[in-house]
């Protein structure tokens, strides 16, 4: 892993009595529109697998706070997220230069639905992501309990440009490095890249691979999705969630909830 050093003194932040605030631990910068980074977590700081939080930097009257996703399984030391760059964003124009050692505003209540308490049970589960949309499923493809309660756990991850396959590397070594999963995941983790917008293996969007079951393909079970047997979390972009969802719905996948699993769950990646 690439650790950034620290080049300047770190950028301390006023404590606020609405959030939390937690020193940066590492910086991986991906490419010019992504990178990575981990913050202590707080003693205090309980979420599940899955779940998103608030994190930001002071404002101008108040802290500029953004949802974030965690990456990290909800088992570990640190809170690890995975970040766009937006060139003129409020938030991350500023927050993709962050060192080791400065602080950030952390929220208190993590929350959201890619958990396993919002799904049925079942033999498959199959987590389709786009950009961004990746960084919850970071965090579930590394808890022990997914494989516990899943058989198989398949990860798609459609980005348009090479050098946005975050994490590609760990995923394509089926987490080996991991102490945790990495027994599981050899056995049961399956990682399916596709490159829309360069040349690449796989290119197709996440329909299309669905479609013609590339998806499935050397995984156990059928070639399409079962609402019988297949549970499917969905991550991206706004019109790729309202898309996939229609397309569940009409193959008789349920929308699950914390209060009401089922057999598919949705959140999206950023609002755009
Ligand atoms: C539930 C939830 C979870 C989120 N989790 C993450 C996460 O794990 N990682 C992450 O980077 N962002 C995530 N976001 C988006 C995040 O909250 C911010 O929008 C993002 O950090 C940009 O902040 P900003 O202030 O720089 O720009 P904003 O003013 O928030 O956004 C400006 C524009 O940039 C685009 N944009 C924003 N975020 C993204 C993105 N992630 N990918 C592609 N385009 C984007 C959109 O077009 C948006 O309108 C999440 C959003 C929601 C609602
Ligand atoms: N990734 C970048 O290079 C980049 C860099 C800076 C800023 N941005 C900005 O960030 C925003 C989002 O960019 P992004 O690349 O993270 O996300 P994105 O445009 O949603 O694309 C990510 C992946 O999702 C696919 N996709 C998009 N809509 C889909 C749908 N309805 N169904 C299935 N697949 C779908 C894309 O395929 P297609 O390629 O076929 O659309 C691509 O493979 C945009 O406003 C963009 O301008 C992107």
Redesign the pocket.
Known sequence: MTVATETRAPALIPENAAFLSAKVLWVRHWN???FSFAIERPASFRFRSGEFVMIGLPGEKKPLMRAYSIASPHYAEELEFLS????DGPLTSRLQAIEPGDELYLGKKPTGTLVLDALLPGKRLVMLS???GLAPFLSLMRDPDVYSVFDKVVVAH????VS?LAYHEEMTGRLAEDPLVSDEAAAQFHYVP????EAFHTSA???VLIEDGTLFSGIDGGATLDPETDRVMLC??T??I???AKSLEAQGFVEGSNANPGSFVIER??V?
């Open positions: 010019e529109h992504l766009i760059k937006v060139q786009t950009g961004t459609s980005v348009r440009r946005d596709t490159v829309t917008r969007r996440l329909g991206g972009s019109e790729m309202r898309d996939f990646a950023f755009g």
